[in-house]
């Protein structure tokens, strides 16, 4: 069983910047493929951005390309979304995932941002 809880959403204004955390309890994040996704009010959930067990490979939605970085550090537990430039759209609360034989999610944390 993983246990994931998200911080570091909040209120900012358009070209601003945040860093989401996913810290991870009740097992290593090491043996899991980890993800970011994101749902905004009245659309379904999709995704963000990919990071591998290792660390080595990412993808992203197109959208957030060249803006969003992730990244991992498996000695803390913990994957990050680093989000450049944010633009309004990208309004929505951010969930992380655990993919492996059972997928695990966190709670979510709120960005916001204002125009």
């Known amino acids: 069983q993983v246990q994931l809880a998200e911080s570091g959403g909040g209120l900012v204004q358009a070209g601003g910047s945040l860093r989401l955390s996913c810290t991870a309890s009740g097992r290593s994040l090491s043996a899991y493929d980890m993800d970011w996704f994101r749902q905004a009010p009245g659309k379904e959930r999709e995704f963000v951005a990919q990071?591998?067990?290792?660390?080595?490979?990412?993808y992203y939605k197109e959208s957030v390309k060249g803006r969003f970085t992730i990244s991992r550090d498996n000695a803390k537990n913990t994957v990050y979304l680093q989000m450049n430039s944010l633009k309004p759209e990208d309004t929505a609360v951010y969930y992380c995932?655990?993919?492996?034989?059972?997928?695990?999610w966190g709670q979510g944390t709120q960005v916001t941002v204002s125009s």
């Open positions: 995932r655990a993919s492996g034989q059972f997928d695990y």
């Open positions: 990071i591998s067990r290792n660390g080595v490979i990412t």
